[in-house]
């Protein structure tokens, strides 16, 4: 049986809701990078809070191109199941689906409050800048590809998030 778009892009979004960390990668003229990072999915969006010092931070200025993994955990090559994506990085703001993603983040990552820094889910956002020295970004896919061995070796596929 042979899957439809609307298949593949559901397993892409299973893989994405069931994971936790995205891997970043950027580079400088002389150097790549990748940095793996907490975040959310909303509407397509992953948002995340990193130091705005960091080095795929600052690779990311200016609009450049940023790739983006984020796969499961596999134990052989047919296991491998994941998404690539390329995109940018921009700082979130504080509109409504960053907002929505904010409170998404804290109770994903309930440790945020653990740390005895975040008293309520809807803590300010500033509060969390100054007590971590993050600011809140989000990697915005331009192009986004579903990749899963188990359908067949090199399975890759455009899909819509």
Sequence with gaps: ??????????????????????????????????????YVLKSGIFYFFSNPESRHIVNSLGGKIVAGSVHEPSSGWADIRGVQMEGHIEEAGFDMGSTTAYALYLSRFSFIRDMGKVISPMSTFAAIEAS???KWYKYVPTRVYYLDNSIRFGYREEVDL
């Design 1 to 38: 049986m042979e899957n439809t778009s609307y298949e593949i892009s559901k397993k892409a979004l299973e893989v994405l809701h069931s994971q936790h960390i995205i891997t970043l990668a950027t580079s400088d003229e002389k150097r790549a990078w990748a940095s793996p990072l907490y």
């Design 132 to 134: 971590f020295k993050v």
